[in-house]
């Protein structure tokens, strides 16, 4: 079914983060949420100041997960706005450049109430951690019909309820409620079974569907009846907690390197979101793992390998995002290459 959508803001959605077809999926009982939906409705404005306030109130309404999981999908759709900003940026080394000013943290979407696809998925699933419910957010593809793929274009929510395995996608969600109003919105994207999910959103990587017999890319492109017919036909041969558990298992910095390679694996012309990864993984080590004058050779070394090749992945394409993020990364590996000097010199005087 194809919705023409006419209102400004919605058609922005639509450009960036939605596709022009949607999924049918199978709807839980919206009917038992209405308490829940009056309740987060009449949430005070004096909680608009303090994201942690706010999210004790919200886990309050509910008395289990999934109540309370409905009370921060309603706030956050009825209360961050889809906002697309981007903005000519100013720096005295490298001039002039088109920069993305979008909140992603859920610190920034809570205070500036206004956020793309990550952003939303960010803050949902913040509030989940906080209620100790286990959630992600899932980047991935949503164009189909063939459409060549070389990059990721959305993000939604993946959440464990009454150990099994949902999905959410606030900003589809939102979309529906500025056009239809609230009753469409509630009935879209809300608790999807990963068999129907897939008809619309397939992950970077396949872990992230959490089937047993994961899509690949060029089936999903053909689209409905041939991801159907490939679900039918093809026998179980994936382990998804197994390889969820192998994930967890891991440090936050080599969750980066083991994306990048399933990303390569699942869709080797996807150079953006693998350069992201090895951008993300040498960024991690540079600010976030101990002070620098901690850090070792080898740590900085595999920063520096890493960062290299993400900014000759990003070299690759011409559009403003690669560029913006070359500089950025090229910004990173100068950084990392002095550090690696000041450690190498102290190494020589130590010798001496």
């Known amino acids: 079914m194809v919705y023409n ?7 922005l959605i639509v450009f960036l983060c939605i596709p022009f077809s949607f999924s049918n999926a199978q709807e839980p ?3 038992k949420y209405g308490s829940i939906d009056r309740q987060v409705k009449k949430t005070p404005d004096s909680l608009s100041n303090n994201i942690l306030h706010l999210h004790q109130y919200l886990d309050s309404i509910g008395i289990d997960d999934e109540e309370r999981i409905r009370a921060f999908y309603m706030w956050i759709i009825t209360n961050i706005k889809y906002s697309d900003q981007v903005e000519l940026l100013y720096d005295k080394h490298i001039y002039f450049y088109m920069g ?12 500036k109430k206004k ?12 509030f989940c951690l906080q209620s100790g419910i286990e959630a992600y957010t899932i980047g991935g593809y949503i164009s189909k019909n063939g459409v060549f793929q070389d990059r990721a274009t959305h993000s939604w929510n993946a959440v464990k309820i009454n150990n099994e395995w949902r999905f959410f996608d606030l900003t589809w969600a939102y ?13 879209e994207f809300y608790m999807v079974d990963p068999y129907e999910f897939v008809l619309s959103h397939i992950p970077l990587i396949p872990m992230w569907q959490f089937i047993e017999t994961p899509v690949p890319l060029f089936v999903f492109n053909m689209g409905d009846e041939i991801i159907n017919s490939f679900l039918e036909k093809k026998k179980p041969n994936y382990n998804y907690l197994d390889s969820l558990k192998q994930y967890k ?14 990303i390569y694996k699942a869709n080797a012309s996807n150079k953006y979101n693998r350069a992201i990864e090895y951008y993300r993984y040498a ?15 080898e740590e900085l070394d595999m920063a520096r390998e890493n960062i290299l090749e993400a900014m000759r992945l990003f070299k690759t394409s011409n559009d403003v995002s690669s560029q913006i993020m070359f500089l950025k990364a090229r910004d990173n590996s100068l950084v990392i290459q002095h550090w690696i000097q000041v450690l190498h010199n102290e190494k020589m005087k130590l010798r001496k």
């Open 29 to 31: 009982a919206f009917g």
């Open 283 to 297: 960024f991690l080590i540079l600010h976030y793992q101990s002070s620098l004058e901690d850090k070792s050779l």
């Open 5 to 11: 959508l006419n209102i400004k803001s919605i058609i």
């Open 100 to 111: 993305s000013n979008n909140c992603a943290s859920p610190v920034c979407v809570f205070k």
């Open 175 to 187: 979309a529906n409620l500025e056009h239809y109003g609230i009753k469409r919105s509630t009935n």
């Open 249 to 262: 298992s891991l440090s936050t910095r080599d969750k980066c390197l083991k994306t990048a390679n399933e």
């Open 115 to 126: 956020a793309v696809c990550e952003g939303f998925s960010n803050l949902f699933q913040f």
